[in-house]
């Protein structure tokens, strides 16, 4: 079996312990938190993104910025659900071949 670069990399920082977790520093916790609120907030806006539109529109009595960050909401929505599948597609074609690319 043939081991590429990446591998290498992969098991030499296993060894030396280097991940996330390894260079999470007490100090660094409140970076993480912060982080992770932003991703939650982030996902309910996606999940309401249409109600959030509609207040939008009546905040700002603008029609147009409503609809427009709806818009930019579903082109996110879309790109991140092609990654997704494209993911899937190389991990099928790796399945495949039986060699990782």
Known sequence: MKINK?????LRDLVEEKDEA?????????YWRLRGWSVLFE??????ALPVAIILWL????FWKGLGFWAV???????????GMSLHV???VE???????
């Open 22 to 30: 390894g260079r999470m520093k007490k100090h660094e916790k409140w």
């Open 73 to 83: 909401v579903q082109v996110y929505c879309l790109s991140a659900n092609f990654r």
């Open 43 to 48: 996902y309910w806006v996606i999940a309401f």
């Open 90 to 92: 190389e991990n099928l």
């Open 59 to 62: 905040i700002t009595g603008d």
């Open 95 to 101: 399945w495949i071949i039986g060699e990782t690319v």
């Open 6 to 10: 990446a591998r290498k990399k992969v």
